[in-house]
């Protein structure tokens, strides 16, 4: 069973919590993020570290510790370090440029598509065939990127198509040339 809930988080120097009941702001150099939590679980913060404690021992709140926990530590992490996703474009004619802070995207389509960024997030071309989805807070990040993957998902026959950094497609096997047909 996992304990995540009763790790405590160090704020680094320059990051600056506030509690007020059940929501929490931390506001560091890269922005401002701001979430209320459960009743079910209490933050307390001390010396620059914040603890997460729940009440008591039901399945819902457990379950809440931890995800309080982990919330709470991406949203210190996000203001001091930030998160970043990069995608890759794959395919002949398939190109990104920056379009003042948002995207156009040329990907085998009729017309080009324009991509604008959520919330504080930044978008970056790097190079002709690369994306990247930068910001504070981890949630939209991942939500811009999943965005922008969705525009033309890898298409596993010809690999053609967005992929995160990393990903692997697997490929498929397509039909099977000439042989004993009718």
Known sequence: MSRIGFSPIDVPSG??????????????????LS??????????????????????????????HGLTRSLV?????????G???RLQLIGTGYRVQQRGNGLELSLGFSHSV????????????DGQAWV??????????????AR??????????SGKGIVYE???VRRKAGKAAGGKGV
């Open 15 to 32: 990051v600056d919590v506030k509690i007020d009941d059940n929501s929490v702001s931390v506001k560091g150099k890269l922005g401002e």
């Open 35 to 64: 979430r209320s939590f459960s009743p079910k679980v209490a933050l307390k913060l001390d010396n620059g570290v914040l603890n997460v404690t729940r009440q008591d021992d039901e399945p819902e709140s457990r379950a809440l």
């Open 73 to 81: 530590n991406n949203m210190v992490v996000g203001v001091s370090e």
């Open 83 to 85: 998160f970043q996703k």
């Open 114 to 125: 324009p991509v604008e960024p959520l919330g504080s997030n930044t978008l970056k071309a």
């Open 132 to 145: 990247v989805v930068s910001g504070p807070d981890k949630e939209l990040v991942g939500e811009q990127a």
């Open 148 to 157: 922008i993957r969705k525009i033309r998902k890898p298409n596993p026959y």
């Open 166 to 168: 990393g990903e692997v």
